[in-house]
């Protein structure tokens, strides 16, 4: 019911193996998609996955920090180049608006289209349409930064036809009048569609963290989501030598919180590039393996997953082989 893909999955800068980060958003099947965060390098990695910035719906930007947002103007800029008119909204703390008008005005970037700002900071519900609903929760981080949760609704109308059979009539326009709401006129009765269409509405959420220093801010919004991302910038270790100053997690950190939050799918992102080797990689996997019994993926660029309608979470795309190299 929702598909994601990691454009990037790097803390701060970009290394040969992880762009900054950049992540898709789409309801399965829809053409319409979402964007959280922009790093530098965004619209390359969107050329490979294919979105076409004119079905872009919304930008979310969880915070000012040039590794979430510097491939916003240019991002902008190439879908008017590409003929969008449509108005765009962008989800953004105050910082990341103001940089934009002031990058815009500097620059004699003028877009055919309208950017529609939403500060993240005044309103929980940041989007609501097409059975996709987006909301905006606090993070600790050094300026103001937010996370993203993203809840996809589908309702669906079943026909029971064993009932339907049952009176008599016979398939045809008639059935599809009581599947569609109409009340049918049958052997001197009104067979009522209410008594014969079973509703049903289906319901998936996911978290998409920010830059964060304390999980247990997203403990309310996690409460009824199957799964989180969330970063994991550094391994418990390296977060002590660093020290408090970045306001970042570690791998166990995020891992202790979701365990107790009771999320049964976890993934972990915004690496540090010192752990971006084999080796790297594999510490901050079993420290988080180590404190939380769930589900656990390490995301990787352009890895693309699935929450199926059940709630369960399947990675349906890695450019990794088996031994956890990139595929020639
Ligand atoms: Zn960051
Ligand atoms: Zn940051």
């Known amino acids: 019911m929702l598909t994601f893909t990691f454009l990037g999955t790097s803390s701060g800068v970009p290394t040969l193996q992880r762009n900054v980060t950049g992540l898709v958003v789409?309801?399965?099947?829809?053409?319409?998609?979402?964007?959280?965060?922009?790093?530098e390098g965004t619209q390359q990695r969107l050329l490979k996955t294919g979105h076409s910035l004119r079905s872009l719906q919304a930008v979310c930007i969880t915070h000012v920090h040039g590794d979430h947002c510097y491939g916003l103007p240019g991002l902008l800029a190439s879908a008017g180049m590409a003929g969008r008119t449509e108005p765009l909204t962008l989800v953004a703390p105050l910082a990341v608006w103001n940089w934009l008008v002031a990058t815009r005005e500097c620059t004699d970037l003028h877009l055919p289209y309208e950017v529609r700002h939403v500060d993240s900071a005044l309103q929980p519900v940041v989007w609501q349409a097409g059975g996709v609903c987006i909301t905006a929760h606090p993070l600790r981080?050094?300026?103001?930064?937010?996370?993203?949760?993203?809840?996809?609704?589908?309702?669906?109308?079943?026909?029971?036809?064993?009932?339907?059979?049952?009176?008599?009539?016979?398939?045809?326009?008639?059935?599809?009048?009581?599947?569609?709401?109409?009340?049918?006129?049958?052997?001197?009765?009104?067979?009522?569609?209410?008594?014969?269409?079973?509703?049903?509405?289906?319901?998936v959420r996911a978290v998409f963290g920010g830059d964060n220093a304390d999980p247990s801010m997203l403990r309310a919004t996690c409460a009824d989501a199957q799964v989180l991302v969330h970063e994991a910038?550094?391994?418990?270790?390296?977060?002590?030598?660093?020290?408090?100053?970045?306001?970042?997690?570690?791998?166990?950190?995020?891992?202790l919180f979701a365990q107790v939050a009771g999320v049964p799918h976890l993934v972990l992102t915004h690496f540090s590039q010192r752990h971006h080797n084999g080796e790297g990689m594999a510490e901050l996997e079993t420290e988080a393996r180590t404190h939380y019994q769930g589900q656990l993926w390490m995301a990787h660029d352009f890895d693309v997953f699935e929450l199926d309608e059940q709630g369960q979470l399947h990675r349906i795309h890695s450019e990794l082989n088996d031994e956890g190299h990139e595929q020639e």
């Open 26 to 39: 789409q309801a399965a099947g829809a053409r319409d998609w979402f964007l959280i965060d922009a790093g």
């Open 141 to 203: 981080h050094r300026v103001d930064c937010h996370a993203f949760g993203v809840e996809v609704k589908r309702e669906t109308e079943r026909l029971d036809t064993t009932a339907v059979r049952a009176t008599g009539l016979p398939p045809g326009p008639a059935w599809k009048a009581l599947q569609t709401g109409q009340d049918v006129e049958f052997a001197n009765t009104v067979l009522r569609s209410a008594d014969f269409v079973e509703h049903k509405t289906q319901r």
């Open 233 to 255: 910038t550094y391994t418990q270790k390296v977060l002590e030598h660093v020290g408090p100053g970045p306001m970042h997690s570690s791998a166990q950190r995020v891992a």
